[in-house]
């Protein structure tokens, strides 16, 4: 990968995880990727549009992962477990987009040429 812009902080289940923009994914075609162990979200720069709905791919792997909804085994979820995962990291999702629209707006100068 190339350089990253660190754009915001986010707090999950008592732990602290960055959200950085890069300009691309060296050799794949890749939007984003969480990385638990590094508690990092990595970003594609793209139109605000397509990042935000990659940020919130993102983010439901990693309120998936931090709540111990392991997604490394095959699992199979019915209408009732989606629904109750929808209703629990709504607002967690919804928080840390505005958040992030917030300050990537603000620091949108920064990244793009």
Known sequence: MNTEH?????EVNGLIYK???VEA???DNLLGLAEYPQKKI???LEDIDVMIKTLKHELTHVWLEEFGHNQHETKS???EDICEIVACS???INENVAKFKKNFTEQEN???G
Not at 6 to 10: A, R
């Open 6 to 10: 660190e754009i915001m902080t986010f």
């Open 19 to 21: 959200i950085v923009i």
């Open 25 to 27: 994914f060296q050799g």
């Open 42 to 44: 990595t970003l594609k």
């Open 77 to 79: 979820y019915n209408n």
């Open 90 to 92: 709504n607002n967690f």
């Open 110 to 112: 920064n990244y793009r």
